[in-house]
């Protein structure tokens, strides 16, 4: 009999947790590991918003917050909706979590049950199929090509739906193709959208900031579809504040206090300095302004070095990634290839290949819904990116 119960035997573990950690364990048997593997931005959290956090413990900002986050976080939330993205929310429909990944489990514990289908195109940030587990709904995936950048079409889309659909889980900027939805091509998805009314869109934003060409538009921006909505964003990726775990949800007031109700006997509020920290970041975005803009051209031209790269490899197929921080190439090409006792026949033993003969750590693309490709993520230093790119050249051109 099995101490550990279904739900818990049925999740896998984060891939991208596990090469991370396959890295730490070779650089702690001194071998120079180079990671391209975490999502997480190398520059530190702008001194403005670290400032902002000092101040609060100072002021003893240190007890329980109210469940769904203090209401000067959730009033400037509200705000930010408002001016950046077209969309107004009263402050009491915005919930406040423990970090993005926290504010998606709550809305799919909140919205799905057993029977219900969950619609993820892929490639899918790893947790969303295993968080639609959690939940006991059933991840129905929509297939696309790095010849098409990796979106959906209209089309595909309306035929995924049937009267079983329950959530549709969305992503622009993409986590882990880096591409972006353009506001026509928003447009067209619409038009599916509103004809199933039964259907409810996670519209996961994490990345909005991080965009290098045009700009972002969120879905809950479509009046017609607004009260569908559930945006997913927080603080992370563009304000650098990964470890202070904030993230949010703004939706309509019965999934709002839905969700409320669950995190108050999960979690309750969340870290009360942590939360005074992303006031400053969402509410006075002028003092981290600087810093965001030496960490967007650095990206820009990270992503720029690493594509001219990976376009002179042979084998390797690219597709420009227009936001984020990450590369998803297709290495089909080397299926079947070997050098010494190393055979690559999946995605896995192509990671496994660059990770022991390259020292090189990437994602099998598997992990994201697409075993043809690798997760390259460029949140590290140019220097580490040049180092990289030259050892998985000289490692691929040993396949034969």
């Known amino acids: ?19 991370a950690k396959k890295s730490r364990e070779l650089k702690e048997q001194g071998i120079d590991i180079i990671s391209l593997s975490l999502g997480e931005p190398d520059f530190a959290t702008p001194e403005c918003i670290k400032e902002a956090g000092i ?116 992503n622009s900027p993409s986590n882990p193709t880096g591409m972006v939805y353009t506001h026509e091509e928003l447009a067209a998805l619409v038009e599916v959208l509103v004809k199933f009314p039964h259907l409810y869109i996670i519209a996961d934003e994490i990345y909005e900031y991080i965009i290098y060409e045009g700009g972002h538009t969120s879905l809950a921006s ?60 969402i509410d006075d975005p002028e003092c981290s302004s600087k810093e965001k803009d030496i960490m967007h051209q650095a990206f820009l031209k990270r992503r720029n070095y690493m594509m001219q790269r990976l376009g002179n490899m042979k084998g390797i197929k690219t597709s420009l990634p227009n936001g984020a921080f990450y590369i998803f190439p297709n290495i089909e090409a080397f299926f079947g290839k070997s050098y010494h006792d190393c055979k690559i026949t999946t995605d896995r033993d192509f990671a496994m290949y660059l990770l022991k003969e390259a020292h090189v750590a990437v994602v099998p693309g598997g992990a994201f819904g697409n075993d043809r490709c690798v997760r390259l993520s460029y949140a590290v230093s140019m220097d580490e990116i040049v180092q990289a790119m030259d050892r998985i050249e000289a490692a691929l051109l040993k396949l034969k």
Not at 1 to 19: P, V
Not at 69 to 88: D, F, T
Request: proline share 4%; hydrophobic share 40%.
């Open 55 to 170: 101040q609060a413990i100072n002021n003893n900002k240190t007890h329980y917050t109210p469940v769904p986050g203090i209401p000067e976080l959730r009033k400037a939330i509200a705000r930010k909706l408002k001016l950046e993205n077209n969309v107004e929310y009263p402050y009491e429909n915005i919930i406040v979590s423990n970090g993005a990944k926290h504010s998606l489990a709550n809305v799919l514990m909140a919205l799905v049950e057993k029977g219900d289908e969950v619609i993820v195109p892929a490639p899918y940030w790893v947790s969303y199929t295993e968080l639609v587990k959690l939940a006991e709904g059933e991840t129905k995936i929509i297939e696309t090509t790095i010849e098409n950048h990796f979106k959906i079409r209209p089309q595909q889309l309306e035929e995924a739906i049937t009267e079983h659909t329950k959530v549709l889980i969305f």
């Open 1 to 19: 009999m099995d101490i550990l119960t279904n739900r818990i035997l049925r999740m896998s573990e984060s891939a991208t947790i596990e090469m």
């Open 222 to 281: 479509f009046e017609a579809l607004k009260d569908r909505i559930i945006i997913v964003n927080g603080v992370s990726k563009g304000f650098a504040m990964t470890g202070w775990r904030i993230g949010y949800i703004a939706a309509n007031k019965e999934i709002a206090k839905a969700c409320e109700k669950l995190q108050g006997q999960y979690t309750s509020g969340p870290n009360s300095i942590a939360q005074w920290a992303a006031l400053k970041a």
